[in-house]
């Protein structure tokens, strides 16, 4: 299978088994807005405590806040989202299709890229144990044209990107021969700037409507918040605030699932710090945000840093934290180090005065800022790629199996009489009464044990609790592991201590 049919299998997953569907589906859906069904909401949910426990209970210094999304409009100003938040677009005038001018570019890089890789997978399988991988890539005609290609259309990318030469974008499509790929013609409009905000009017129009936006960040309703928490809450710099909450962009390229959504959650985290301090401040928060990822078991070669080419006016550092999805390495979270823009600029555009008073120092200054932000929604996608698992079992049959971090599992333990007779559903009863105060769980007592265990297999449930005959005399369960498949006898007082050694949020943030 393919990667892209391998994703088109995990969506029908998501689909079946209750994690994800089509937003308004009965209506033919709506592009790039989905809905978690009763498994994604879990999965979500312990995604956003984990992060949420791990920012604001590890760290003394760190409140959580919940602002509103709709927001004074002048915010938008000052944070310069009214007057840059843009996206290059390129329509093709023969299919009238509209793109991303640089996901066009960015694409066809990333082709290059795989046509590379392929080459050095051919190398691997054809020199096996004798196979020298930097030698390969470094001498083989092949790889060598590719990235030659691959170098100069990126250094001509990274240059228009830095100079925002929007013509020298539809130059680069138009000599690399990128074609659109409903129409395959090259035909293309000049490159336009098209604003990603959401605007709807609060008011009735007789009483002077007001334009208001949905936010596009959540960051925007920290900063505006900064002196109340500050003050209230009586931090010391440095500090930090963090927020979950929806976000809203309208998105032209909206694809790849969950990947890019029009509606969406953000995790978002700005510590304060004092100026001259940012640089240090930035490298801790790259440490800690990776730290908290890999921690996660989901291998740490399948993340990395992306630091930033170009620049924003206001950043002096930024890094992506990329994930390796079935598409290929894309950015799961961004770290930031925002300077004082937004607090000088919400200073500037609202007149209030927005300082910290150093009683160390005795000084009083606006405070730089380090954001970590990441998307939920990526979150949930980066697990549930990772963890869908096709497995041929010693029977000659197909296991499909999500072998999503035990702690983020939507269910922990499935509970199931092996027959519904002889009293077997009545001590299961009794092992849910056990569990159900600190476990999600379900109780299943439908179809062979088999066909029971595939269910919980297909959402990840991590373990499988089984009451049979034997149960009623010596008080133990059958537990199955969701990995290993493996069983073993567990008196059903024990039950509890075990599934939470594996399944416990508090022993994840224990080795943070
Ligand atoms: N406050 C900074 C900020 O919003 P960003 O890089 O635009 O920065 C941060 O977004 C994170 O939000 C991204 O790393 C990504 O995980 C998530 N994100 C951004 N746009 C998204 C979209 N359209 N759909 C889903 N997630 C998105």
């Excluded at 051919?122 to 092949?142: S, V």
């Excluded at 240090?280 to 730290?291: G, L, T, V």
Aim: charged share 30%; with cysteine.
């Amino acid at each position: 299978m393919t990667q892209d049919e391998l994703f088109k299998v995990l969506v029908a997953h998501c689909k079946e088994y209750g994690f994800i569907f089509p937003s308004s589906e009965i209506y033919d859906g709506l592009a790039a807005v989905y809905d978690y069904g009763q498994m994604g909401v879990q999965l979500k949910n312990n995604i956003k405590n984990y992060w949420w426990e791990a920012m604001t209970r590890l760290h003394e210094n760190i409140v959580g806040i919940d602002s509103a999304i709709f927001m004074h409009p002048r915010i938008w100003e000052a944070s310069g989202h009214v007057g840059a938040f843009n996206d290059p677009l390129i329509d093709n005038k023969d299919s009238k299709k509209r793109y991303r001018a640089d996901v066009l570019i960015e694409d066809y890089l990333g082709k290059i890229e795989e046509k590379i890789e392929k080459e050095v997978a051919k190398g691997k399988k054809k020199f096996g144990d004798a196979f020298d991988e930097a030698q390969f890539r470094a001498t083989n005609p092949n790889v060598l044209r590719e990235k030659a290609k691959w170098d100069e259309v990126h250094n001509r990318y990274v240059a228009a990107e830095k100079a925002n030469d929007f013509a020298e974008y539809r130059q680069i499509i138009i000599d690399c021969n990128i074609v659109c790929p409903i129409s395959g013609t090259c035909n293309w409009t000049e490159v336009r700037q098209f604003n990603l905000m959401f605007s709807t009017s609060m008011g009735s129009t007789a009483d002077g409507a007001n334009l208001i936006y949905l936010r596009p960040e959540t960051a925007q309703g920290i900063f505006v918040n900064y002196l109340n928490v500050q003050k209230t809450g009586r931090m010391k710099i440095p500090f930090g605030i963090a927020q979950i909450g929806k976000a809203f962009r309208n998105e032209i390229v909206a694809r790849q699932f969950i990947f890019r959504m029009r509606e969406f959650e953000q995790m978002e985290m700005q510590f304060f710090i004092k100026p001259g301090t940012e640089l240090d401040w930035f490298k801790k928060w790259k440490e800690n945000r990776m730290k908290w990822h890999v921690n996660l078991g989901m291998g740490a070669e399948n993340y990395r840093f992306h630091d930033h080419e170009k620049l924003a006016h206001y950043a002096n550092a930024a890094t992506d934290i990329e994930f390796n999805f079935p598409f290929g390495f894309k950015e799961l979270e961004g770290i930031h180090s925002r300077t004082n823009f937004d607090l000088g600029n919400h200073q500037k555009f609202s007149g209030k005065k927005i300082e910290y008073f150093d009683p160390e120092e005795n000084t009083s200054y606006t405070p730089y800022v380090i954001e970590t932000s990441i998307g939920v929604d990526r979150m949930v996608l980066a697990v549930l790629s990772h963890s869908y698992t096709v497995e041929q079992l010693e029977n000659g049959e197909e296991r499909v199996v999500m072998k999503i971090p035990a702690p983020l599992a939507p269910i922990k333990v499935a509970v199931m009489p092996l027959v519904k007779k002889d009293g077997l559903p009545e001590l299961a009863q009794k092992v849910v009464d056990e569990l159900k105060y600190d476990f999600s769980y379900q109780y299943d007592e439908k179809d062979s044990i088999g066909k029971r265990y595939r269910r919980q297999d297909a959402i990840g449930t991590p373990f499988c609790v089984t009451v049979d005959h034997d149960s009623l005399n010596d008080g133990c369960v059958t537990v199955r592991d969701r990995d290993s498949m493996t069983q073993q006898r567990v008196k059903i007082e024990d039950l509890r201590a075990m599934i939470e050694k594996k399944v416990s949020l508090t022993n994840l943030l224990r080795n943070l």
